[in-house]
């Protein structure tokens, strides 16, 4: 018999939760940063009367990403870390829960807590939007930080944010701190230079973005709310949600092989979803087809999507087991369905040329012009420049695969470097744009685009790249038959 409300709630949930009021630090770091936000909008409202203008709007936003974007997905991601560190000692594998049922009960736990977290901050905005009832927030007191980086800048130029603008943002960083969650989430069966690097290199991203985003505001003199939420009206706004709810299942689908005993198969679903971003490219065609730059970052979504996806499915430790391929759909060939590297790498080849189908058909049934200016066809450019991504990324993890054992943690990192290597290698080795453009398609990451000239140099160097995909293919394929 129910006796307490958390015994109607998901066993995993509740443990993640508890675990979490236990970790001192955790709790007193969410505590400081509250009443920091407080005691700012206190200093705020104090000097309001001088200063005719409300402050700390910076401080209060930088607070938020502080705590949406980093401490409670970070805390998220320690968690699932802190029951996979050891394979054996995952006591979470005993239990009859699922690896699914466990990794979305411990992702909605911390949900819970942005949430809670973030009703405490909403009533902040609330005093905030209270205590300034005839007054708009202005640029000046929102991205003061601004101003500090760019002296000069006339704000008061700029039109003012509205109340409705600054609860959209607020909900947008809400909803960002959920997909970070499931990043970490996902991160946590990584070693810890990978996830260390992998975090890096998303701060990168994310700082270059805003420094663009603010380097547009300046230029333009638009208001830095309208330019945020441009792309995320109307229809768009759907896509963006389409896409979001796709990053977070697969996310969580990563995330679950923490948890996940030998005999389950983890790839299959992963592959599936991968041609979900396809399918939404082709519902835009026939639904708006006047949104051909929507349905353009659609498609370049759709093959960032299907690579992530596939490398991740290679490269992160996973079981192949010959069960396997005895519980799989009878439509679909079983090979395509188990876990394996030669399978991931075979279905890494599908998602590019399906990809590559797609713009093609995508370019027939638009305006594009079909001739570059060498007249030279774009299809077949697009097609080669297909080829030569997808040589680099089998050459790549095949070196990886010689290098690291399948249940190596570091196979990520390994995989980047020689990445990396290849391409400055290409840059060392490769043949000057005056020389044999058919040699340099031998060498992976060289600029073989921009040496071909005439449409014979095309195919050849096409049917070059090819054959040497297939090379690497039948080298993973035959490495995986041997794992």
Known sequence: MNKYFSDYLPPALVRDFRRSLRSRGYVLMLLIAVLVAVWVQYDAIAQLPESKSMGGGTTLTMIGVFLFWCIIPHRAGRAVLADCRVKSANYMMLTPLSSRHIVWSTWFSAVVQLLIVGGIGALILWWRQVATPDMPLTEASLFSLTGSLFPGVPFFSWQPVTFTQVWVIYALMLGVGALLCAVFMSLAQMSTFTRLIVICAMATVALSWGMAQITTILDSGRSPADILLAGVSGISLWCRLADAALVLWVLLELARRSYASPAENCSWGLRLWALAPMVLVAALHYAAPEESELMTEQLEFSVAMGLVICLCDALLPTYSLPGHGRRTWPLLPSYLQTPGLGQAAFFLVLVLAANWGVHVWQMQESSVPYLLNKGLSAEWMDGLHSLRLLYALLCALLLTDLLCGSMN??????????????????????????????????????????????AEQLTVCSAVSAACCLLMLAGLIFRGRRS
């Open 409 to 454: 943690a570091n196979r990520p990192t390994v995989f980047a470097v020689l990445l990396l290597g290849l391409d400055i290698v290409a840059g060392f080795v490769a043949p000057g744009a005056t020389q044999d453009v058919y040699l340099s398609s031998v060498i992976p990451c060289s600029e073989v685009l921009l040496q071909i000239k005439t």
